[in-house]
């Protein structure tokens, strides 16, 4: 066999393993079939503006969730004024200990979004042009042609063409083995590996086709964007500008392997090959950086998707370029967002993600007044199919009934493809 084919399939391997390593920073909202009884728990509800949230039918539809099989589930559901919060299931396992509204989570991609934020304000101040090549900030980071062919915006949008950095951050996973999961887990690594790590991985496309590739080097390049133009690290700038910008008094970027306050273990099944799933609450966040090392919480979630929307972080026009979407992995992508339409509700903004044992969806309509977020605390307990997908599992469509109950509670069930919702609901671990 000549060495023209060797590659070709050399490469197509590396592409077959990288869609399945979307599942990394990507969320799975399916489980293991085991079933545990704790109620769900509602929290203290905001002064009422109307009554439009409907309390028993949320905590009912978060019942369901844990009822089909997830160890864990917590969400915060808004509509102007009123806020609902609830929580079913277990924290931890092996001692019961319920998981209650307000615990922290590790929202995966859903740092995008901060740090899309921060490049923007930059764009803002005239220290960044969203259409100059990237190589002209970075160019040892990114030399030759594709730094002179990789825009801002293509790094944003995800039309760069440069491959995920996963596979080699966590080189067991090629060989579908989770070992790395655990080998890796106090590991340091800085964020100019993990481009180069990226870098090295086979193209997904050309600088600006489209459709584009999700690709997570995006935004660990962007973060270094961020703290060339800005002198600062990229944590300490998204926490002054961003975090404390939008009031969110629960949110961070970690430092060390450990969470900070209230959280609930994080279990990884890795699709069953970890059986039991292993808690991975404790985890070194480098190898995330900001593309998906952000903790926080679903009503810290919420607030900082009003703040966005509503101005508070960016101006008009910096809004404008982040909600102009092109078609990315089956989904519409703006500049670190994304939009879900729901029929007969109109479209609503967000982002979802995941790391090792936990997954967060957050969700606002347009002019952020209906809202969702909802973590959980069980990630990859379902099946492949024989291309390497996870199968639909009775979890998807119990947490598409809650989305749909929250935001957009007066659709009729039959209105609603479930297996759409769930798909676009799992855009990050489906888009590779």
Known sequence: MDSDVLEHQGR???????????????????????VLTAPAQAGPAAPRDAASLDGPALRDSLDAVHEAGMYGVFSSVRDGGERWTGASGVADVAT???????????????????????????????RIRLDAPVGDYLPELIPGERGREITVRMLLNHTSGIGDFVAGAFPSLTRNSPASLEEERFRS????????MGLAAPATGRPGAVPGSYSNTNYVIAGLLLEKVTGQKADAYLTRHVIDRAGLRHTYLPRTPYIKGPHPRMYESWFGQLDPPRDFSVYDMSWASTAGSVVSTTDDLNRFYR?????????????????????????????????????????????DGAVFGAGTI???????????????????YQEL???????????????????????CPEAPASGINHSRLTKSLRFDQLSH
Request: hydrophobic share 40%; charged share 25%.
């Open 12 to 34: 197509d391997k590396q592409l077959r393993i990288a869609r399945l390593l979307g599942t990394v920073l990507g969320t799975t909202l399916l489980t293991t079939t085991a």
């Open 96 to 126: 019961g200990r319920p998981v209650t509204p307000g615990m922290r989570q590790r929202v995966g991609s859903i740092s995008k979004t901060f740090t899309a934020v921060g490049v923007m304000q930059q764009v803002e101040r005239g």
């Open 189 to 196: 690594i800085r964020p100019a590996e993990l481009v180069r």
């Open 307 to 351: 703040a966005l929307l509503g101005g508070k972080l960016v101006g008009k026009t910096s809004l404008d370029e982040m909600t102009r979407t092109v078609p990315v992995s089956g989904i519409d992508y703006g500049l670190g967002i994304y939009a879900l339409d729901l029929r007969g509700c109109g479209r609503f903004w967000g982002h």
């Open 362 to 380: 957050a969700l606002s309509s347009r002019d952020g007044k209906r809202q969702l977020a909802l973590a959980q605390n069980l990630m990859k």
């Open 385 to 407: 199919d024989e291309n390497g997908r996870p199968k639909s599992h009775p979890i998807d469509d119990a947490i598409a009934a809650h989305v749909v109950r929250a935001l």
